[in-house]
């Protein structure tokens, strides 16, 4: 059986060596599509569900969906990218480093890692929206 929830933020990034207009600092609201599979719960609170929307929800809302949120995500290995992340820093503003970069598959990778180990869900696929026209999927 596989459950999907569908979540959304908006967050800022360049692709620094970008050769079209992508290496310019500018923005996306993502579409997020968690998927999750396993066999139903057989008694309990939770009887007849994979997992509860209410657990999953929380559970990528913290590891995913807070830190992304209005924040400017930059790759730490590029020099211009880290320069800006420690301007913003400096006035207050929400930053988040990748270490690689910030295209919409490497992001999407590092999400379905994350939500795996960290958040000990069994994801068997998470499609990342970048655009109402784009989108990456990574599955297992
Ligand atoms: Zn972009």
Same mark, same amino acid.
Request: with cysteine; aromatic share 10%.
């Given at each position: 059986m596989?459950?999907?929830?569908t979540f959304s933020?908006?967050?800022?990034?360049?692709?620094?060596n970008h050769d079209g207009k992508c290496k310019n600092l500018h %923005?996306?609201?993502?579409?997020?599509?968690?998927?999750?599979?396993?066999d139903l719960i057989i008694g309990g609170a939770?009887? %007849?569900?994979?997992?509860?929307f209410a657990d999953l929800k929380s559970i990528v809302k913290k590891l995913v969906v807070e830190p992304f949120d209005h924040a400017f995500i930059?790759?730490?290995?590029?020099?211009?990218e880290r320069q800006i992340a420690a301007m913003?820093?400096?006035? %207050?503003?929400?930053?988040?480093?990748?270490a690689k970069r910030t295209t919409a598959e490497n992001m999407a990778q590092y999400m379905f890692e994350l939500l795996r180990r960290e958040g000990r869900l069994n994801v068997?696929?998470?499609?990342?929206?970048e655009?109402?026209?784009?989108?990456?999927?990574c599955s297992l």
């Open positions: 596989k459950i999907t929830k933020f908006d967050m800022a990034h360049m692709l620094d %923005g996306h609201t993502y579409k997020l599509e968690v998927e999750i599979s396993g939770k009887d %007849g569900m994979v997992i509860d930059y790759h730490t290995e590029s020099g211009r913003l820093e400096g006035w %207050g503003l929400k930053t988040l480093p990748m068997s696929a998470l499609r990342l929206w655009t109402p026209t784009s989108y990456c999927e």
